[in-house]
């Protein structure tokens, strides 16, 4: 009986090493060699897996950069530090992009008419399923956090007026809530800027007014008003060009409404009119001397 269990063992033994011989030769004539790289790369993400960049998870994304299908930076937290880390695995420079932030654009919040009060699921895509939500103003924010639950950093929370805010110290660019927001009001800024219109209502001026206090009208001062051509109104709506923005807040002050941040104080807003008043004066006694030295100069009839 013991020899009979001896043989079996043995025989199973054998049988194994031979089958585990088999399959290591297998593996080595079949193996797919994998790029060195590829896990260097991938440790120097986020680890996040956020799917801001647009591929599944960090693995997906290592792999892109690794082809060569995405850029050094592809991921935004990451930051510059990951993305000069993973230029030196791959041998290219890693550029000197600029940082860039979320940002929500309205400030309406209690500022803006309710059409009916919601009480279904607090869910700000559920809530324009009914009649288009129950804000008023189909471009403004809705408040009920979808962008707060898809941020996996604490960058933005919902703040006193009921209007999604962005923290852009901790935010990383992932655009997860730009595509949780189902109104797409959630935009990229560069992390320099200060100046920034909080409007995305293309609407006209009289129907705009009836929706929210802080709207933007159309109204052009702040493009009158800048120096520097950097703020536009496009499609009844002032937009920024950041590129010759030099946050100077000009527009901010020249906006009636409220509609750019950052909102001057009461007493800023006085100083600012007063300033504009002064200067139209002192152009005007310039052109009236200017005309009366010319006709002064004139040859007599």
Request: charged residues 20%.
């Amino acid at each position: 009986m013991t020899t009979t269990i001896l043989y079996a063992v043995l025989i199973l033994g054998t049988t194994a090493v031979i089958f585990g011989l088999i399959l290591a030769f297998a593996a080595k004539i079949f193996e797919v060699e994998t790029d060195p790289r590829l896990p260097q790369i991938q440790s120097a993400l986020a680890g996040a897996n956020c799917g801001g960049c647009g591929y599944p998870g960090c693995a997906g994304c290592a792999e892109a950069i690794l082809n060569g299908k995405a850029p050094v930076n592809a991921c935004a937290p990451a930051g510059a530090e990951g993305a000069a880390k993973i230029a030196a695995i791959m041998g290219v420079e890693a550029g000197s992009g600029e940082k860039m932030v979320a940002h929500v654009i309205c400030n309406g919040g209690d500022d803006c008419q309710k059409n009916f009060t919601y009480v279904g699921t607090p869910s700000c895509l559920a809530a324009t399923k009914v009649a288009g939500g129950p804000t008023a103003c189909q471009f403004g924010c809705l408040g009920f956090g979808e962008c707060v639950k898809a941020c996996q950093f604490g960058a933005i929370h919902i703040n006193a007026k009921g209007v999604a805010e962005v923290d852009k110290e901790k935010c990383t660019n992932c655009g997860a809530c730009r595509e949780a927001c189902p109104r797409h009001i959630i935009t990229e800024v560069p992390y320099k800027q200060k100046v920034l219109v909080n409007c995305a209502n293309r609407d006209k001026g009289p129907a705009v007014t009836k929706v929210c206090a802080n709207s933007c009208i159309a109204c052009g001062l702040c493009e009158r008003t800048c120096k520097k051509d950097a703020i536009h109104v496009v499609n009844n709506v002032a937009v920024i060009d950041y590129s010759k923005c030099v946050n100077c807040t000009l527009c901010a002050k020249a906006c009636p409404r409220n509609a750019i941040e950052p909102i001057p104080t009461p007493e800023e807003k006085e100083k600012f009119k007063a300033a504009q008043k002064a200067a139209a004066e002192r152009a005007a006694a310039a052109k009236k001397a200017a005309e009366e030295k010319a006709a002064a100069g004139a040859p007599q009839a």
